[in-house]
């Protein structure tokens, strides 16, 4: 295992989850070469932030979000859902074929024209995460005249 990652958890945990990365890297490699999505402006970097917000939230480390990592997720982004708030979204993402949403399915869901639920409030947690909402360091010094 490489010494620049910084994993917890110990070697076991750190080789598990360089293996679930690998198999989301072979998903994203598909996306890339599929023509539907050839025309997606920054595809890459798209599918790299896809990738990264997956992995957090696959709690089983299975390649699947379950209903628990959907709540997680819903509750991290500040969006408490209900139980049946929660199975709603992942019919509506799997299409009701499953319980869990795998990495195929969340990304259609995130390239796709129609807009579930999830989708919505993942693009509304990348915009109030924006670098352009506050200036960084103390305030300008002002005078007393441009006070009102």
Do not use: W
Not at 8 to 16: M, P
Not at 35 to 46: I, S, W
Not at 96 to 120: E, P, Q
């Amino acid at each position: 295992m490489p010494s620049n990652q910084n994993v917890q958890g110990g070697k076991a945990f750190g080789l598990l989850k360089a293996q679930q990365r690998e198999r989301l890297e072979e998903v994203n490699k598909e996306f890339m070469e599929d023509q539907k999505y050839r025309d997606e402006e920054d595809l890459a970097e798209k599918l790299d932030s896809f990738k990264n917000k997956y992995a957090e939230f696959d709690l089983n480390d299975q390649g699947e979000i379950d209903m628990m990592g959907l709540k997680r997720m819903m509750e991290k982004l500040g969006v408490p859902k209900t139980h049946l708030e929660m199975k709603k979204m992942i019919s509506e993402v799997t299409g009701d074929s499953s319980d869990t949403i795998n990495y195929r399915d969340f990304v259609k869901m995130m390239l796709g024209k129609r807009s579930a639920v999830l989708k919505l409030v993942m693009m509304f947690e990348d915009k109030a995460n924006s670098d352009t909402c506050k200036p960084d360091g103390p305030p300008p010094k002002r005078d007393i005249a441009s006070l009102p």
